[in-house]
């Protein structure tokens, strides 16, 4: 008599643990975010190459001197002869500058910068403009933009004065 009951008895669990869904309505919700999901295509961004004609090669080994503007400068352009860094602090200067710069770092507001060539550029103000006319070493510059609302874009060089 004991066998068919524990046999009824096993059986009936057996059953009863068929019947049943291990997971709670939570696990089921936990375990959804582990579920893959469609992701979105990845689309490359085609940009322009670069034509030869608009770079410059730089000697990078070696850095010159970091030049920094303070305050207004003259008509006189600042000279990245040495791949330099250059620093502006101050709010609505215009600055020039020839050669090809390192790093261009702009501390301060509403300032226009118009340059040779940039290897990269630092935003740390907002509403400035900046135009280079070269690509360094044939690469586009490196922007860091540490506030919003800067412009740069790259030019036809300047007429040569006569």
Do not use: H
Request: hydrophobic share 30%; charged share 25%.
């Amino acid at each position: 008599m004991m066998k068919p009951l524990a046999f009824i008895f096993t059986l009936t669990l057996i059953c009863f643990a068929a019947g049943c869904d291990p997971q709670s309505g939570m696990t089921k919700k936990g375990l959804e975010k582990y579920n893959p999901s469609p992701t979105p295509e990845i689309k490359k961004q085609v940009e322009e190459p670069i034509d030869p004609a608009d770079v410059i090669n730089v000697e990078t080994a070696e850095s010159g001197p970091t030049l920094v503007v303070n305050r207004e400068r003259g008509k006189e352009p600042l000279n990245c002869g040495k791949y330099n860094r250059v620093t502006v602090n101050g709010d609505g200067y215009t600055v020039e500058i020839k050669g090809s710069c390192k790093q261009l770092m702009i501390n301060g507001d509403r300032n226009k910068i118009n340059g040779g060539a940039f290897a990269e550029i630092v935003f740390n103000g907002e509403e400035n403009e900046v135009k280079y006319y070269k690509y360094a070493n044939g690469k586009r510059p490196i922007i860091t933009q540490n506030a919003g609302a800067n412009i740069i874009e790259k030019s036809a060089p300047p007429e040569p004065k006569k």
